[in-house]
C-alpha cells in the first residue's frame, strides 16, 4: 500500500522538484518509525523488518533520481549545439559520426542533460570495458569473487592502461552469459532493446570469435552515448554497486595512464580538472567518456564518434564543454561565441 501511495502521489504531482523532496523527508521518516518500533518486537519481528527496511531504503533511493532522458535541459542544449557549429561539426552530427551526451551533475538530484544522437549505438573499441568492470564489481558484491590485489591490479590495467588481456581475462571471470545478463537486468537496464540498446560486451578483447553480438546492431563492443551517461550516473548516486564498492570502482577510473583525447585536452587547458575516465580506438572509431570534477562542478560527458579524426575532435571539444559547465568561464566563452 505505500509503494501504491507513492506511486500515486508521484502521478499526481505536478512539480518534480517538490515530489522528490517530499518523497525524500516521507523515506527518511518512515524509515525512522520502523526501526523505533523494531526495538520493543521480537528478534523474528526484527529480523522481518529490517529486511523490508533495506527494500524500502532501496526504493526510496531510486525514487530521488530521475532518468536522464527526461531532463534535457533546453539551455544547455541550445549550448552544446553552439559548440559543435562553431568547430564545424555539424555535418558530422547529421551523418550520425558523432555522438554526444553532457550532464551536469553537479546538484545529482537535479540533473541537466544536453544530447546529440544520444541513442546511436555504435562500435565503441575499448570503452565497453567499463561494462565487464560494473560485471567484475556485482560479483564482488555478491560474493561470488574476491577483490583481492591480483584482482584489483588486472582491473585497474584494464581501465587505465586499456589492456586487452587484462579486459579478457576479467570478461572469462565474470563469464559472458553472466555479463550480458547483468547489462540486460532490471537493477541496470543498461542494454535495453527500448532504447536503441546501450553497453555491450559479446566478444573477448582478442582474437577468438564473438560470443554473441547485440541483439539489435550486431555490435560486439558496443555503446550509445546515454546508455553510458547514464553508467556514470548510477556509480555517481550510489546505484551500480553499494559502498565501499562504489569508491573503489571510481577509483579505478582515476589517473588515466592514456594521455589523448579528453585528457589531452583538459591537461593543456584546464589542468585542475580531475577525472574518472574510459576511452577507446580501433581504425576509425574513437570513444572518450567521463566523470569530471572541476571548480566545484561535477558532469559526465561521452563522445563517440566514427571518422579518422573522432580522437582529434574529442580534444577540442573537451574544453569548450568544460566551460559549459563550469560557471566562472562560461560567460567568457559565451561571449566568444556572440562574436
Same mark, same amino acid.
Given at each position: 500500500?505505500?509503494?501504491?501511495?507513492?506511486?500515486?502521489?508521484?502521478?499526481?504531482?505536478?512539480?518534480t +522538484?517538490y515530489?522528490?523532496?517530499f518523497?525524500? &523527508?516521507?523515506?527518511?521518516?518512515?524509515?525512522?518509525?520502523? !526501526?523505533?518500533?523494531?526495538? *520493543?518486537?521480537?528478534n523474528?519481528?526484527?529480523?522481518?523488518?529490517?529486511?523490508?527496511?533495506?527494500?524500502?531504503?532501496?526504493?526510496?533511493?531510486?525514487?530521488t533520481?530521475?532518468?536522464?532522458?527526461?531532463?534535457i535541459?533546453?539551455?544547455?542544449?541550445?549550448?552544446?549545439? *553552439?559548440v559543435? #557549429?562553431?568547430?564545424? &561539426?555539424?555535418r558530422?552530427?547529421?551523418?550520425?559520426e558523432?555522438?554526444?551526451?553532457?550532464?551536469?551533475?553537479?546538484?545529482?538530484?537535479h540533473?541537466?542533460?544536453?544530447?546529440?544522437?544520444?541513442? #546511436?549505438?555504435v562500435?565503441?573499441?575499448?570503452?565497453?570495458?567499463?561494462?565487464?568492470l &560494473?560485471?567484475? !564489481?556485482?560479483?564482488? %558484491?555478491?560474493?561470488k569473487?574476491?577483490l583481492d590485489?591480483?584482482?584489483?591490479?588486472?582491473?585497474?590495467e584494464?581501465?587505465?592502461?586499456?589492456?586487452?588481456?587484462?579486459?579478457?581475462?576479467?570478461?572469462h571471470?565474470?563469464? %559472458?552469459?553472466?555479463?550480458?545478463?547483468?547489462?540486460?537486468?532490471?537493477?541496470?537496464?543498461? +542494454?535495453?532493446?527500448?532504447? #536503441?540498446?546501450? &553497453?555491450?560486451?559479446?566478444?573477448?578483447?582478442?582474437?577468438a570469435?564473438?560470443?554473441?553480438?547485440?541483439?539489435?546492431?550486431?555490435?560486439s563492443?558496443?555503446?550509445?552515448?546515454?546508455?553510458?551517461?547514464?553508467? +556514470?550516473?548510477?556509480?555517481?548516486?550510489?546505484?551500480?554497486?553499494?559502498?565501499?564498492?562504489?569508491?573503489?570502482?571510481? %577509483?579505478?577510473l582515476?589517473?588515466?595512464?592514456?594521455h589523448?583525447?579528453?585528457?589531452?585536452?583538459?591537461? %593543456?587547458?584546464?589542468?585542475?580538472?580531475?577525472?574518472?575516465?574510459?576511452?577507446?580506438? @580501433?581504425?576509425? @572509431?574513437?570513444?572518450?567518456?567521463?566523470?569530471?570534477?572541476?571548480?566545484?562542478?561535477?558532469?559526465?560527458v561521452?563522445?563517440?564518434?566514427?571518422?579518422?579524426?573522432?580522437?582529434?575532435?574529442?580534444?577540442?571539444?573537451?574544453?569548450?564543454?568544460?566551460?559549459?559547465?563550469?560557471? #566562472?568561464?562560461?560567460?567568457?566563452?559565451?561571449?566568444?561565441?556572440?562574436?
Open positions: 500500500m505505500r509503494d501504491s501511495w507513492i506511486h500515486n502521489f508521484k502521478a499526481d504531482s505536478g512539480n +522538484y515530489h522528490r523532496k518523497i525524500q &523527508l516521507y523515506c527518511a521518516i518512515d524509515l525512522k518509525g520502523i !526501526f523505533m518500533n523494531v526495538l *520493543k518486537k521480537s523474528r519481528f526484527l529480523f522481518t523488518v529490517l529486511v523490508l527496511g533495506l527494500f524500502v531504503s532501496r526504493t526510496c533511493v531510486a525514487d533520481y530521475p532518468s536522464l532522458t527526461d531532463s535541459d533546453p539551455v544547455l542544449q541550445s549550448n552544446l549545439e *553552439k559543435i #557549429n562553431s568547430i564545424g &561539426l555539424g558530422a552530427v547529421k551523418n550520425k558523432l555522438s554526444l551526451d553532457l550532464v551536469d551533475i553537479t546538484d545529482p538530484e540533473p541537466r542533460v544536453a544530447s546529440i544522437n544520444g541513442k #546511436n549505438m562500435y565503441a573499441a575499448s570503452l565497453p570495458k567499463i561494462a565487464i &560494473l560485471g567484475a !564489481f556485482v560479483e564482488i %558484491e555478491r560474493g569473487m574476491e590485489l591480483d584482482t584489483r591490479q588486472t582491473l585497474t584494464m581501465i587505465r592502461f586499456s589492456s586487452n588481456a587484462a579486459a579478457t581475462e576479467m570478461y571471470r565474470v563469464g %559472458e552469459a553472466r555479463l550480458a545478463e547483468i547489462l540486460q537486468s532490471d537493477r541496470f537496464k543498461l +542494454y535495453d532493446r527500448d532504447e #536503441n540498446g546501450g &553497453l555491450w560486451v559479446g566478444k573477448e578483447y582478442g582474437k570469435k564473438a560470443w554473441k553480438r547485440d541483439p539489435l546492431h550486431n555490435i563492443h558496443g555503446a550509445t552515448a546515454m546508455q553510458t551517461a547514464r553508467f +556514470y550516473y548510477l556509480l555517481e548516486t550510489g546505484r551500480l554497486v553499494s559502498e565501499p564498492l562504489a569508491s573503489k570502482m571510481k %577509483e579505478i582515476s589517473y588515466p595512464a592514456i589523448h583525447k579528453f585528457v589531452k585536452g583538459l591537461e %593543456e587547458a584546464r589542468p585542475g580538472a580531475k577525472i574518472y575516465r574510459k576511452s577507446g580506438s @580501433w581504425r576509425a @572509431w574513437h570513444a572518450d567518456s567521463a566523470i569530471i570534477e572541476s571548480g566545484g562542478h561535477k558532469f559526465i561521452v563522445a563517440l564518434a566514427e571518422h579518422r579524426d573522432g580522437g582529434k575532435w574529442m580534444q577540442e571539444l573537451i574544453v569548450p564543454l568544460h566551460d559549459l559547465i563550469v560557471p #566562472n568561464i562560461v560567460a567568457s566563452y559565451d561571449s566568444q561565441l556572440l562574436h
